[in-house]
């Protein structure tokens, strides 16, 4: 794997500690033996990391351990030390012995705790996603291990339980029982039988599932929690990443009924500081041996690793939104690799990253027969196809065509029903009734948008009221709805449905569940509700704006909505039924096939014929036009790396009269994974070169951006 530059590992963390860095040492003061505080008799140097955005001092700097830390310096723990007269943080990378012929070195201040949170393989780990992703140590650990909290850290040392509040966990006689029944749900697809006596073998298989359905005994979340039971039987640790905090509870609560709950710590940083480090010390001492969570939660430290699991990797929820932005599916790419644990990549659709692991023959599918899916699926109807036009010639520009209103309305009669709107608000965008020119704002050209039926129109980027609104294209003064949010979406299914209950689930009031009562569950995509017993039919609108978006994965993630979406309605024999408006094409076809394996392995093909990502890796440098252009300039020329750019990153902002020196420009550079290494390697030299001597400004530096392109 590490040839062809698909998990490209940094090197050997302890070697790089041991560099001395004399040069950026040599402006303090030297410390005496008479004068200094007396060095530790053993090992009196320790390598130090310093927490610092700064690119040029992404290395370890030594300093000398006063005798009365020596016992509690230890690697991995949190220090303080002085740093070009300021006191920083930083943790201890290794202790080491003196050299006689270096400079005199400065003492460390203090140790913060003496908890080692920082241990090797977590550190091997961070080191490789710094190398992928060309970022700094620092910024990867400011993800991967958590605020700490002193009182918590007084009971880990002490040896006092951590556990939280008592949940709801399976003890006893009853695990046999329940992990048989789930285990179950995998002999009905290919390879998912093998997959599991492998796992409880003590091996290390590679799998991509792609699973059928997302609620009830067969969904995904009991899918997941057999494969982390087999592991567990084997004497090994687990680590679960899901996307969003409702997933997390679905997950969580699988895992609890084949698992004691001592035995689950939860990583999300939205339980709060003192929650998610209790679970991190837990994990840490070995008291729980399953991590799941979001993003961070990749980085656990679970001991003797045995399973990666990654849920729905083509969810842009799994991109850290902070340097070096690195994404989950990575991140547990690369420590299955280093750990040598099992990988297991799920989602009921199928990105083009996982397919080009399957492809590769490093991961093998997992896929349900197509007698099974076509018993456990829905039956899926296209409202543009020729019999619905013949039926409807009105179909292709309604929003609600007659095929979804009588879907609905049926589908009412015997439970809830789903309907997946791609835009929030109410009225997100308007038109020139005249012109159908878009609406600006004349303060700052931002696109205009009413929130409620009442509401005046205002701006949605700066909130300026339009109340005197006039088109600049042809003068005319009056509105219309460019397209349709939630809220008005339900608003005119409460009127074409009288009597109905109507839910809405998006923006901060997004529900988990929804009963099994007949009701209209109004939802923009990823804020889909589970029902107890799946949706009796789902209408999935504003199919034909999802695809034509201007990106390069617009297809591919309408159908990772799509299949997310219809996977929560019940199957074709129940009754189910999902109506979809979208115009013919690939997308469309994959969903009434339901074959997202065969639509990601077409993707990738034309990816790969046009040398486009996944097919290569993708940086994007933006910044200032001097800056890029320097930056991409001070790459090595052996890498004939293709380039695109620099060009205006708003050509909006060019319009309005900024200088061309001014506006930011972005270079795309395309990395063939055979120099990705390589490149990624240089691209972090250069950055800290241009810190160090200032020669130009600091640009953003992203790899495999999913929205760059």
């Known amino acids: 794997m590490g040839e062809d530059g698909l998990f490209p590992l940094a090197g050997n963390p302890s070697a790089a500690a041991s560099a001395r860095q004399p040069s950026l040492l040599q402006g303090f003061p030297a410390q005496s033996a008479a004068g200094g505080p007396e060095p530790?008799?053993?090992?009196?140097?320790?390598?130090?990391?310093?927490?610092?955005?700064?690119?040029?001092?992404?290395?370890?700097?030594?300093?000398?351990?006063?005798?009365?830390?020596?016992?509690?310096?230890?690697?991995?723990?949190?220090?303080?030390?002085?740093?070009?007269?300021?006191?920083?943080?930083?943790?201890?990378?290794?202790?080491?012995g003196y050299d006689p012929g270096g400079p005199a070195l400065v003492p460390l201040l203090k140790v913060v705790s003496e908890v080692p949170v920082l241990g090797p393989s977590l550190l091997a780990l961070a080191s490789a996603v710094a190398g992928r992703y060309a970022g700094t140590l620092s910024d990867v650990l400011r993800t991967a291990i958590p605020p700490r909290v002193a009182g918590l850290e007084k009971g880990y040392l002490a040896g006092d339980e951590l556990h939280d509040a008592p949940k709801s966990g399976t003890e006893g006689e009853q695990i046999t029982a329940i992990r048989r029944d789930t285990a179950g749900s995998w002999a009905s697809y290919g390879n998912g039988t093998a997959f599991l006596q492998h796992l409880a073998a003590g091996g290390s298989p590679h799998a991509v599932l792609t699973a059928v359905q997302g609620y009830g005994p067969d969904g995904w979340p009991r899918l997941v929690a057999a494969a982390v039971a087999a592991v567990r039987s084997s004497g090994r640790g687990a680590v679960v990443v899901v996307p969003d905090h409702r997933d997390l509870d679905r997950m969580e609560q699988a895992l609890l009924e084949v698992l004691p709950a001592a035995d689950v710590a939860r990583l999300t940083a939205e339980d709060g500081q003192t929650p998610r480090y209790r679970s991190y010390l837990r994990l840490l001492r070995g008291d729980a041996g399953v991590a799941v969570g979001?993003?961070?939660?990749?980085?656990?430290?679970?001991?003797?690793?045995?399973?990666?699991?990654?849920?729905?990797?083509?969810?842009?929820?799994?991109?850290?939104?902070?340097?070096?932005?690195?994404?989950?599916?990575?991140?547990?790419?690369?420590?299955?690799?280093?750990?040598?644990?099992?990988?297991?990549?799920?989602?009921?659709?199928?990105?083009?990253?996982?397919q080009r692991l399957v492809g590769t023959g490093?991961?093998?599918?997992?896929?349900?027969?197509?007698?099974?899916?076509?018993?456990?699926?829905?039956?899926?109807?296209?409202?543009?196809?020729?019999?619905?036009?013949?039926?409807?010639?009105?179909?292709?520009?309604?929003?609600?065509?007659?095929?979804?209103?009588?879907?609905?309305?049926?589908?009412?009669?015997?439970?809830?029903?789903?309907?997946?709107?791609?835009?929030?608000?109410?009225?997100?965008?308007?038109?020139?009734?005249?012109?159908?020119?878009?609406?600006?704002?004349?303060?700052?050209?931002?696109?205009?948008?009413?929130?409620?039926?009442?509401?005046?129109?205002?701006?949605?980027?700066?909130?300026?009221?339009?109340?005197?609104?006039?088109?600049?294209?042809?003068?005319?003064?009056?509105?219309?709805?460019?397209?349709?949010?939630?809220?008005?979406?339900?608003?005119?299914?409460?009127?074409?449905?009288?009597?109905?209950?109507v839910i809405t689930s998006s923006g901060d009031q997004v529900k988990a569940r929804v009963g099994t009562a007949p009701a209209l569950v109004v939802a923009t995509i990823g804020a889909e509700p589970v029902a107890d017993a799946g949706?009796?039919?789902?209408?999935?609108?504003?199919?034909?704006?999802?695809?034509?978006?201007?990106?390069?994965?617009?297809?591919?993630?309408?159908?990772?909505?799509?299949f997310n979406a219809a996977a929560l309605v019940r199957p074709a024999s129940d009754g189910g039924l999902v109506v979809v408006t979208a115009d013919d094409s690939t997308a469309t076809g994959a969903l009434l096939r339901w074959d997202p394996a065969g639509f990601a392995a077409r993707e990738l093909a034309l990816r790969q014929e046009l040398k486009l990502p996944p097919a290569v890796r993708v940086a994007s440098v933006t910044g200032p036009?001097?800056?890029?252009?320097?930056?991409?300039?001070?790459?090595?020329?052996?890498?004939?790396?293709?380039?695109?750019?620099?060009?205006?990153?708003?050509?909006?902002?060019?319009?309005?009269?900024?200088?061309?020196?001014?506006?930011?420009?972005?270079?795309?550079?395309?990395?063939?994974?055979?120099?990705?290494?390589?490149?990624?390697?240089?691209?972090?030299?250069?950055?800290?070169?241009?810190?160090?001597?200032?020669?130009?400004?600091?640009?953003?530096?992203?790899?495999?951006?999913?929205?760059?392109?």
């Open 294 to 354: 979001t993003r961070s939660a990749a980085y656990a430290p679970v001991q003797d690793l045995g399973l990666v699991v990654c849920w729905d990797d083509g969810d842009d929820l799994h991109i850290d939104q902070r340097a070096p932005y690195a994404h989950s599916r990575e991140v547990l790419l690369l420590r299955s690799e280093q750990e040598s644990a099992a990988c297991l990549m799920a989602a009921h659709s199928r990105s083009t990253e996982l």
């Open 535 to 562: 949706y009796a039919a789902a209408l999935l609108l504003d199919g034909a704006s999802l695809l034509r978006r201007e990106n390069l994965r617009a297809g591919e993630d309408t159908v990772r909505r799509w």
């Open 40 to 96: 530790a008799a053993v090992d009196p140097v320790a390598a130090v990391l310093i927490e610092s955005p700064l690119p040029h001092l992404d290395r370890p700097f030594d300093y000398s351990v006063p005798a009365k830390l020596a016992d509690s310096a230890l690697p991995g723990v949190r220090v303080k030390v002085r740093f070009n007269g300021q006191e920083l943080s930083g943790y201890i990378l290794e202790r080491k």
């Open 625 to 709: 036009r001097a800056d890029v252009v320097h930056f991409t300039g001070a790459l090595g020329r052996s890498l004939e790396l293709r380039a695109v750019g620099p060009s205006p990153l708003s050509v909006s902002a060019a319009r309005q009269g900024s200088q061309p020196e001014e506006a930011d420009v972005r270079t795309l550079l395309f990395i063939p994974y055979g120099q990705a290494a390589q490149a990624t390697k240089e691209m972090r030299a250069v950055k800290a070169a241009s810190a160090a001597k200032r020669t130009a400004g600091p640009v953003q530096l992203r790899l495999d951006g999913v929205d760059v392109l």
């Open 362 to 501: 490093w991961a093998v599918p997992v896929e349900a027969p197509r007698p099974v899916v076509r018993s456990r699926t829905p039956r899926v109807l296209n409202t543009a196809d020729s019999f619905e036009q013949e039926r409807d010639p009105l179909a292709r520009i309604a929003r609600l065509p007659g095929a979804a209103w009588r879907a609905a309305k049926e589908g009412l009669e015997r439970g809830p029903v789903l309907v997946q709107v791609a835009r929030a608000g109410y009225a997100p965008s308007l038109v020139c009734e005249d012109c159908r020119e878009p609406a600006r704002c004349t303060n700052c050209q931002g696109p205009l948008a009413v929130t409620g039926p009442s509401s005046p129109p205002q701006c949605r980027w700066c909130s300026t009221p339009a109340p005197e609104w006039h088109c600049r294209h042809c003068g005319g003064r009056r509105l219309r709805r460019g397209a349709a949010g939630v809220l008005r979406t339900a608003e005119e299914l409460g009127r074409a449905f009288p009597g109905k209950t």
